[in-house]
Structures are given as structure tokens and as C-alpha cells.
């Protein structure tokens, strides 16, 4: 196989371009770094794309490789045939390269192997022949040998069939033919192991569903009830079909051979290869829907991530509680921690007014205009407690609910030991929690990625390829985004292409010790830091107030040379980027002409046009761009409060398969299942909205009794007359945005 050429052909690329990318893989560039610097060689491949694009070939590698091993182990025992040659050379997966070995496989000790060490497979093969002249009760005789165990030809006869029923299984082409039918007709069946007994799955207690229909949501719940016990969960297949299959091979002339062959057929489907595909098709099935659910979490992750930062804001952070108070702490615009304290907002009336006191001094003192608030434990009456003290004080204070999945797992790591020595655990998560309103990405990269808590199944998920997925999105976001060398923490460091834990604690340690870095070239002096890292992370480092503007900006120190000559080209220099930016420097550009400058230059389009908008507007944050966060100061209500009918403005906090749930202020999320999230039809969610997105919404239902809201989001009648008319002529008019699809992980074919 040319993996290449495969690449090419299954992702609709341009041959260069593949070629290109895997060469740099193969040198060890790290996809943030080809994706941002080698966009000319890629054809300006992003991230996403990339990383697909990587999983793909070191699967193809490793079929190659698995087929190699195969092929020598066939060759091994002298019964490689061109036939078999050419079938593992045109398997396409690894699950057709174990078929074909299935019949060379060591196998345990079975029903077929003792047979054989009987003695009996001659007899096998006189059966399978089904010659009419034959007749197998008589042939059985010769096989008669008490000191072997053949008692009598009943016995060889059944050994006999016992070796035509495996070899029957070991059929490669016989299986791969089952395990379409199965897949293609196959019904996912679900029934109560105690009917009785109440669970989350009384859904699934009489369920049934063609396999390829099954939801990938609904498979991850049938497993979940089968593994915790409340399920019975089967595959099923009609048999007579299934059958036919095997029998339309092996079944030769209608004689009393033909007849054991049709026996020892069947008793190969039910007693081995069904079970086997049964194995296999819900194996294959976890195996998608878990794959589905990584992307959905991985891009739940990338929209949380990339929620804009709130700058220049004192934060006032609280971590409700109970019994051990409510932990509070001031951080200013920095992040760095100004004051602590335990209050007890939900104690008595003593406590609750002495809270409020110190609430409000700190609000005075350190100019707080931003307050946020941990979701977990006591969140609804701290923030009732919040809302009345806004209604009390002079100053003007915002308040947001934050989403503290994960903020107990830092609290107690290593990370905020070291980040936080003279704190207690407790303060640590009122640290984060306002941190977490402050700069979002900044202080989610310290915590285990699948510890956020923004996605469906997390904790049944494989947990390695979970891991590597969650990990390449917070690598993707922290380099798109770029960090401060100067105030960077050693845990965002370690996400920048090229520096791995070591050496971005030696960063931190090197600028502790020497004090900040006053242009990028310093970092060469960093321990274990060299001249090939550096090329993997100095465009995404960021060095602010140094000797060189360029070195706040995401232009590559090895393109210094071409920004320089673009400056002069167009009536700038390097003061104009340090004094705030070159503004006019794209039209000067454009009308000089891109590609014009391009040729003089030496350097691609993509790379000039990258380098532009970097000396456009120097140190610029993508995240700024994007709408911010709903903050909140006014009035809060309860489930009880609410009524069907009712408009509200909520954001949506996580995005599931069967739809998006919205905090819309009443502590319990409401969900919005995807087919009211707007009026045309979507296959995800994910086509619709994102993480941290601020939507309108009305409520549908309440049920006050289970804490459960219904809601939509598509329009009233009244609505739709009064919206403007759709042009249908234009893709994008119809709500569909490619990239959107593109960049929660979903393939697009390219025609």
C-alpha cells in the first residue's frame, strides 16, 4: 500500500500536500507548528485537519506493519499461497488482516484440535468432498481407535464435523460476509435483568433497534446499564439468512455428506461465528460512539478553552460550601492573589451579616468588579447571597456562575501545592474559581482535561485516546492563542509546541532567577532548551515591553527578516508595531499587491498574509473577538419560578448528542433537545451552537418535582413572520456553516 497516496485519496488532498505533512511529521514538527509556520508546504492545513490526518497514518503504518507480521508467520509454516499473498495485500483493515491469519493462529485447545490429534481430519475432508458414492458411516469405521478415544463412528463422525465447523469459522471471506449482513441487518436488543428493579434505564428494558439506526448516545447507554448490571444487551440476526450464506458455499450435492456438511454449517454459525461477530459488531459499535463522543468532548473543550477572558478585572472568587463556609478570594488583574477569607453566607443570621461585611470590604478595598461563583455545593443560596449584597452597595459588581468541574482535583494537586504553597486546599479552589472568569484558558490548561467535565460518558471512554485527543485540543488552543513568556505558569508553558514539562519549569526557574525576558532570543540560554525547540516555540511565545515588537507578535522569529522588508515596502518600521501597530498596513499592501510582494520577499502567500495581520495588530488575542460572557447583577429565580412561556437569556454550558444544556440562572440547567434548537433540520448540535455561547431561549416544561427544565430555542410564529426572508441560493444562508462541523472533528467530503 502507498499510505500516501491512501491519505490523499480518503482526505481529497492534493498528493504534495500529503507528502509534505507526513515529511514533517516524520522530522518531528509538532502539528501547532506546521499548521501556523508550514502553511505553504501543507496548503495551509489547520490543526484539526492535521491531527486526523496523523491518527490515519499511524493506523495505515500500523496495518502495514500487522500485515508484514502476518505474512512472515504465514511463510513461517510453509502454507503462504499467492491467493493468500494477494489477500493480505488487499486488506484494508486490521480486522481483514486477523481473518486471514485466523486459520494460522496457535488456538487454544478446542473441539476441532482434539479431533484433529484423533486422527481425524482425513475424515473431515472425505465429508467435505460430498462425493455421491461416498458414504460417511461406512469411511467412519476405519477411524474406529479405542487407545485415541474414537469409541465408535458416531464419535468420528462428530469429530469430523467438529474440524469442518471451525474451519467453516476460520473463513475469511465467510466471516467478513456475516459481519456485513450483521451490521447492515442486525437488531440491537435490550431487555431488564430484573424487571422490577428502577433505574435511569427503564428505557431500555423492551428496546430494539436495526443496528445501523443506533444512536451513539444510546449505545454508550446500553452499556453503561448492561456493565452496571440493570441490561441484558444482544445482537441479533436472523439466521436463516445468515445461514444461507455459508451453505451456498459449502454445500456442494443434496447426499448424506451434504446433509452432515449442512449440520456441522450450522453448528458453526451458532456455536462460533456468531458469537464471535455479535463480539465484534458491539465492539465495533462502543468503538465509533465512543470515538463521536471524544470529538463532541473535544470540541466542548476547544469552545471552553477559547471563551473570552475577562481583562483588567479584579476578581472576587467564591467556592460555596456549607458546614466548612464559603471560601472567598481576591485576585487582581494579574491573577495574583490579594485576599482570602471563610465566610458563611448560609449560617445564621449573625454569620450571613458578618459575610456580607466582609463581602463588601473587599469589594471597597480592592476595587473587586467581577465576582464568580463555583456551581457545585451551596452555589444557589451563595448566589442569592451575591445578588442581594449588589443591591446594597454603591459600586457597579457582575456576578457568573462558573463551572468548577475539575477545581477540587487542582485544589489538591501537585500543581497548586507548588503554585500555592502558604494555602490551604480549600482557598486553592476559590483561586481557580476566579481565575476561571479572569482567563479561562490559563487556568483550565492545570487541570486534567477530562476533569472539566464537558462532554457525555467521559468516565467509559478509552481513557489513553480520550487523554491524547483532550490534550492535542488544549495543545491547539494554547498555541492559537499564544502566551506571555513573562507571566506564563510552567503548565501553560508545557502546551506550547516544542517544550515538554521539563523544560518549561527550567523557563520559569530561568526567568525566577535572571527576572523577565526581554526578547525571545534569551530562551536559547534556558536549560535543555535547543536550537529545534526553539523553532517549535518561539512564534507562540510572547515577549510584551521587550527589545524587539516582533517578539509580541505570532510572527516567527526565522520570518523577522521578511516582516522587516514588508514594513519598508509599505511606509512603516518597527516603531509603528511597537506604538500600537501598523493599521493601514494591509491596504498599503494590497494595493502595492500581495503577490507582488510575495516574489521580492521570498516568502508564500499564507505566510505574508499571517505576518500582515500580526503587524496589524500586534499582541492581538483571538479570544477578544468573540462575544463575552453573560454576566449577571440583577434579580435570580428558582425551578419553582418558572413558568412555560417564559423568554430568558442563559449560556449554554455543555453539548451532548441529543442536545445542549443552558444555565439560564435557576441553578439546574435546562435542556433544549436538538430538535428545538432551531427550525431547520441538524445531525448535531455542535451544527447549531457552542460552549459558552449566550442564547435565548423560552421554557417549554417544568418539572418542579425532578429539577428538570424543557426548553427551546427556536422561534414563535410571530417571530418567524417578523425574520427576513431566506436567499436560498447561498449555502451559509441556510444556517449551515462547514466550519463549524469541521472544527468539532467531523469529517467533510470534498467533491
Aim: proline share 4%.
Amino acid at each position: 500500500m502507498d499510505i500516501n497516496k491512501t491519505l490523499a485519496k480518503e482526505f481529497g488532498l492534493r498528493q504534495e500536500q500529503v507528502d509534505n505533512t507526513v515529511a514533517l511529521i516524520d522530522d518531528d514538527k509538532t502539528i501547532p507548528f506546521i499548521a501556523r509556520y508550514r502553511k505553504e508546504l501543507t496548503g495551509s492545513l489547520d490543526d484539526q485537519v492535521l491531527r486526523e490526518l496523523y491518527d490515519r497514518l499511524m493506523y495505515l503504518r500500523n496495518l502495514e506493519k500487522r500485515k508484514e507480521e502476518v505474512s512472515a508467520a504465514i511463510t513461517e509454516q510453509e502454507k503462504m499461497t499467492p491467493e493468500l499473498e494477494a489477500a493480505i495485500s488487499a486488506a484494508v483493515t486490521l480486522v481483514e488482516v486477523e481473518d486471514i491469519y485466523r486459520p494460522f493462529k496457535p488456538k487454544r485447545k478446542t473441539r476441532a484440535s482434539v479431533a484433529r490429534e484423533k486422527g481425524l481430519e482425513p475424515l473431515a475432508q472425505l465429508i467435505l468432498e460430498q462425493n455421491g458414492s461416498t458414504d460417511p458411516e461406512k469411511e467412519a469405521e476405519a477411524f474406529i481407535d479405542e487407545e485415541k478415544g474414537v469409541a465408535d463412528t458416531a464419535s468420528a463422525v462428530q469429530g469430523a464435523l467438529d474440524i469442518i465447523a471451525e474451519d467453516i469459522s476460520d473463513d475469511a471471506d465467510i466471516r467478513k460476509k456475516l459481519r456485513a449482513l450483521a451490521g447492515e441487518k442486525g437488531e440491537l436488543v435490550s431487555k431488564a435483568a430484573d424487571p422490577e428493579a428502577e433505574s435511569v434505564y427503564m428505557n431500555y428494558y423492551e428496546y430494539s433497534e436495526p443496528v445501523p439506526k443506533v444512536a451513539n448516545h444510546r449505545v454508550l447507554a446500553l452499556d453503561r446499564g448492561e456493565k452496571e448490571g440493570f441490561l441484558k444487551v444482544a445482537v441479533t440476526l436472523e439466521e436463516s439468512a445468515a445461514t444461507t450464506i455459508i451453505l451456498n458455499k459449502y454445500i456442494k450435492n443434496n447426499n448424506a455428506c451434504g446433509e452432515l456438511v449442512r449440520a456441522a454449517a450450522e453448528d458453526s454459525y451458532k456455536r462460533l461465528i456468531f458469537p464471535s461477530i455479535e463480539r465484534e459488531i458491539r465492539s465495533e459499535m462502543t468503538a465509533k460512539a465512543a470515538e463521536e463522543s471524544i470529538k463532541v468532548f473535544a470540541s466542548n473543550l476547544r469552545q471552553m478553552l477559547l471563551q473570552p477572558p475577562m481583562k483588567n478585572s479584579t476578581v472576587l472568587g467564591l467556592d460555596p460550601g456549607y458546614a466548612h463556609g464559603c471560601k472567598t478570594a481576591v485576585i487582581d488583574s494579574t491573577g495574583k492573589v490579594l485576599d482570602t477569607a471563610i465566610i458563611y453566607p448560609t449560617g445564621s443570621a449573625g454569620a450571613v451579616k458578618a459575610a456580607k461585611e466582609k463581602v463588601k470590604q473587599f469589594i471597597a478595598k480592592y476595587g473587586v468588579n467581577m465576582i464568580s461563583i463555583g456551581n457545585g455545593t451551596a452555589s444557589r443560596e451563595t448566589e442569592q447571597f451575591t445578588a442581594e449584597i449588589l443591591k446594597e452597595i454603591p459600586q457597579k459588581v457582575s456576578y457568573m456562575v462558573v463551572n468548577e468541574a475539575g477545581a477540587s482535583v487542582y485544589s489538591a494537586s501537585k500543581v497548586a501545592a507548588e503554585e500555592f504553597p502558604e494555602y490551604d486546599v480549600s482557598i486553592r479552589g476559590a483561586i481557580s474559581i476566579a481565575r476561571r472568569l479572569q482567563d479561562p484558558l490559563a487556568e483550565l490548561v492545570k487541570i486534567e482535561p477530562k476533569a472539566i467535565g464537558v462532554g457525555q460518558y467521559q468516565h467509559d471512554m478509552p481513557q489513553a485516546r480520550m487523554s491524547e485527543a483532550l490534550s492535542g485540543v488544549v495543545e491547539d488552543c494554547v498555541n492559537s492563542v499564544g502566551v506571555d513568556l513573562n507571566t506564563a505558569s510552567h503548565s501553560l508553558l508545557s502546551y506550547i509546541a516544542g517544550i515538554n514539562a521539563t523544560v518549561a519549569k527550567n523557563i520559569v526557574a530561568y526567568r525566577e532567577e535572571n527576572g523577565r525576558f526581554t526578547d525571545r532570543k534569551e530562551l536559547m540560554k534556558v536549560p535543555k532548551l535547543g536550537k529545534k525547540a526553539f523553532e517549535q516555540c518561539a512564534g507562540f511565545l510572547r515577549v510584551r515591553d521587550g527589545k524587539n515588537p516582533l517578539d509580541n507578535t505570532a510572527v516567527h522569529p526565522e520570518s523577522y527578516g521578511a516582516a522587516s522588508s514588508l514594513l519598508t515596502e509599505c511606509g512603516f518600521t518597527l516603531a509603528d508595531v511597537s506604538g500600537g501597530g501598523a493599521s493601514e498596513i494591509n491596504e498599503k499592501a494590497e494595493k502595492i499587491g500581495i503577490g507582488a510582494i510575495s516574489e521580492k520577499l521570498g516568502i508564500g502567500v499564507p505566510t505574508l498574509t499571517d505576518i500582515i495581520g500580526e503587524l496589524k495588530k500586534p499582541g492581538r488575542d483571538l479570544r477578544d473577538e468573540l462575544p463575552p460572557p453573560l454576566l449577571r447583577s440583577g434579580d435570580i429565580m428558582e425551578v419553582k419560578d418558572l413558568k412555560p412561556g417564559m423568554e430568558l437569556v442563559g449560556t449554554v454550558r455543555n453539548i451532548i448528542d441529543f442536545g445542549v444544556f443552558v444555565d439560564i440562572g435557576v441553578h439546574e440547567d435546562g435542556l433544549v433537545h436538538i430538535s428545538q434548537i432551531c427550525d431547520r433540520f441538524i445531525k448535531h448540535p455542535l451544527e447549531a451552537v457552542k460552549v459558552g455561547e449566550v442564547v435565548k431561549v423560552r421554557v417549554l416544561d417544568v418539572d418542579v418535582k425532578r429539577n428538570r427544565i424543557s426548553l427551546t430555542m427556536r422561534l414563535k410564529d410571530e417571530e418567524k413572520k417578523q425574520r427576513p426572508p431566506r436567499r436560498r441560493e447561498k449555502k451559509e444562508s441556510k444556517g449551515f456553516d462547514p466550519s463549524r462541523l469541521k472544527n468539532a472533528g467531523f469529517k467533510i467530503k470534498q467533491k
